[in-house]
């Protein structure tokens, strides 16, 4: 039989016994400040880039109709389902483009770096849904359904922070009404 474990003091289990109670008070408190600043910088994102991210959203739903009317059409008229798949893609990567920059993000930042940028970004994107999805699907023991919808949703944060932040960069946005 195992003899019991001596009780300890209710002030171990709050700190560490090597920190006195007011390095541990101090310590909270620091603590509590920095969570602070995180959740008012948040709101202060939120503010700023939620509108944006709204539009974000709005152009990827044009941009898929666009992009899928143009893969469909091209196999109403018998073209090869590759040719149409990239083709579909192609003019839906440059109306995405387009129309981020100018109605989500209404950037001034040039074509000649910005285009390349948001590629840059929506490759970037993609590679992170195919490991969300892999993780998901490997380890997670997710409904692959569930599992594409949960990638999705990554590779659109991904996409606009990319957007936002890199091909568009906030140097060249203006502030958006």
Do not use: C, E
Not at 50 to 73: A, D, E, K, Q, T
């Amino acid at each position: 039989m195992k003899t019991p474990l001596p009780r300890r003091k209710r002030h171990a289990t709050l700190f560490p016994q090597w920190m006195s109670a007011a390095t541990f008070l101090l310590a909270k408190r620091r603590l509590m400040d920095f969570l602070i600043r995180i959740v008012t910088a948040g709101r202060r994102w939120a503010a700023r880039d939620i509108p944006s991210f709204n539009r974000y959203v709005l152009v990827g739903l044009v941009n898929s109709v666009v992009g899928y009317g143009v893969i469909f059409g091209l196999l109403s008229l018998g073209a090869n389902p590759y040719l149409s798949n990239a083709s579909g893609y192609a003019v839906g990567i440059t109306v995405s483009y387009i129309l981020n920059k100018r109605f989500s993000f209404r950037s001034r930042k040039p074509d000649r770096t910005a285009f390349p940028l948001f590629v840059a970004s929506l490759a970037v994107a993609y590679l992170a849904n195919l490991a969300v999805l892999f993780a998901l699907l490997r380890w997670g023991a997710v409904n692959p359904y569930l599992a594409q919808l949960l990638a999705g949703g990554v590779y659109t944060l991904v996409g606009f922070l990319g957007s936002r932040y890199i091909a568009f960069g906030s140097k060249h946005v203006q502030n958006a009404p």
